[in-house]
C-alpha cells in the first residue's frame, strides 16, 4: 500500500480527520479560556503575596494563596484534573470542557502567578518609594507603575508558560475530551495505523507553538519599542 493509500484509508475515510478537527477545537478552546483564567488569578495571586511583603496585610489571604501554589506545583497536571473532575464534580452534571478549563486554568495561575511576582520584586524599590512620596496607594503604584514593567520583564517567562499550558492539554483525554492527542487515539483504534494521526497531531501542535512563539516575540519588540519612544 503506498503512502497516499495509506493516507486515505486512516485519515480520509469515514470522515475520521473530523475527530481531529473536534481535537482542534477542543484544544483551542480549553488553552485559550484557561490562559484567561490563569493570568487573571495568577495576577490577584501575586498581588495577594507581595501586598503582604509589603505591609503586612491580608496575612490570612496571603497564607491560603502560600498553600494554593504549593499544592498546585507540588503534584502533577493530570491529578489535578482526574480529581477536580471524578471527585469535586463527581455528583454534579457538568461540561468536560468547562472541567478542563478550570483545571488548566487553576495549574497555570499557580505558575503565573510566580512569574508575576518576581517580576514585581524585579522593579526598583526606589520607584516603588518615589510613588509612595506622591501620594499613591498601593493599586494604584501597582496598575500604573509597577505591572506593565514587571510584565514587560517576565513576558518571555510567560510566553513559555502558555507554550507550555497549550501543550500540557493533551492530557485531557484522561477525562474524556476529545482533544488532539485524544482524537488520534481514537482514528488509531479503528484503523491500527497510529503514523499518520500521530504525525498530524504532532504537526499541529509545532505549527500552533511556532506561531504563539512568533505572536509572543512579536509583542515583545512591540512593548521594547513603546518603552524607548517614552524614554526618548
Same mark, same amino acid.
Request: glycine fraction near 6%; proline fraction near 1%; include cysteine.
Given at each position: 500500500?503506498?503512502?497516499?493509500?495509506?493516507?486515505?484509508?486512516?485519515?480520509?475515510?469515514?470522515?475520521?480527520?473530523?475527530?481531529?478537527?473536534?481535537?482542534?477545537?477542543?484544544?483551542?478552546?480549553?488553552?485559550?479560556?484557561?490562559?484567561?483564567?490563569?493570568?487573571?488569578?495568577?495576577?490577584? $495571586?501575586?498581588? =495577594?503575596?507581595?501586598?503582604? @511583603? /509589603?505591609?503586612?496585610?491580608?496575612?490570612? &489571604? +496571603?497564607? #491560603?494563596?502560600?498553600?494554593?501554589?504549593?499544592?498546585?506545583?507540588?503534584?502533577?497536571?493530570?491529578?489535578?484534573?482526574?480529581?477536580?473532575?471524578?471527585?469535586?464534580?463527581?455528583?454534579?452534571?457538568?461540561?468536560?470542557?468547562?472541567?478542563?478549563?478550570?483545571?488548566?486554568?487553576?495549574?497555570?495561575?499557580?505558575?503565573?502567578?510566580?512569574?508575576?511576582?518576581?517580576? $514585581?520584586?524585579? =522593579?526598583?524599590?526606589?520607584? @516603588? /518609594?518615589?510613588?509612595?512620596?506622591?501620594? &499613591? +496607594?498601593? #493599586?494604584?503604584?501597582?496598575?500604573?507603575?509597577?505591572?506593565?514593567?514587571?510584565?514587560?520583564?517576565?513576558?518571555?517567562?510567560?510566553?513559555?508558560?502558555?507554550?507550555?499550558?497549550?501543550?500540557?492539554?493533551?492530557?485531557?483525554?484522561?477525562?474524556?475530551?476529545?482533544?488532539?492527542?485524544?482524537?488520534?487515539?481514537?482514528?488509531a483504534s479503528n484503523t491500527y495505523d497510529y503514523f499518520f494521526p500521530l504525525i498530524i497531531v504532532a504537526i499541529?501542535?509545532?505549527?500552533?507553538?511556532?506561531?504563539?512563539?512568533?505572536?509572543?516575540?512579536?509583542?515583545?519588540?512591540?512593548?521594547?519599542?513603546?518603552a524607548d519612544v517614552v524614554e526618548s
Open positions: 500500500m503506498s503512502i497516499v493509500d495509506s493516507f486515505y484509508q486512516s485519515i480520509i475515510v469515514d470522515q475520521r480527520y473530523q475527530y481531529i478537527l473536534e481535537g482542534l477545537k477542543n484544544t483551542l478552546l480549553i488553552a485559550f479560556f484557561a490562559l484567561f483564567l490563569g493570568l487573571s488569578l495568577g495576577i490577584l $495571586i501575586a498581588l =495577594i503575596r507581595n501586598s503582604y @511583603k /509589603e505591609t503586612k496585610k491580608h496575612k490570612i &489571604l +496571603n497564607i #491560603l494563596c502560600t498553600f494554593y501554589v504549593t499544592i498546585i506545583r507540588g503534584t502533577p497536571t493530570v491529578l489535578q484534573l482526574m480529581i477536580i473532575y471524578y471527585v469535586i464534580f463527581k455528583q454534579v452534571n457538568i461540561s468536560v470542557i468547562f472541567v478542563g478549563v478550570l483545571s488548566f486554568g487553576l495549574n497555570s495561575a499557580a505558575y503565573v502567578s510566580e512569574i508575576i511576582r518576581a517580576g $514585581i520584586e524585579s =522593579i526598583d524599590k526606589g520607584q @516603588k /518609594e518615589a510613588a509612595h512620596s506622591l501620594g &499613591l +496607594n498601593y #493599586l494604584q503604584l501597582m496598575r500604573y507603575i509597577i505591572l506593565p514593567q514587571a510584565i514587560k520583564n517576565v513576558l518571555p517567562a510567560l510566553g513559555n508558560e502558555f507554550i507550555t499550558l497549550l501543550k500540557e492539554t493533551s492530557v485531557a483525554g484522561y477525562i474524556g475530551i476529545i482533544e488532539l492527542v485524544k482524537a488520534s487515539d481514537i482514528i499541529i501542535y509545532l505549527i500552533l507553538t511556532l506561531g504563539l512563539s512568533k505572536l509572543l516575540k512579536l509583542l515583545e519588540r512591540k512593548m521594547n519599542l513603546h
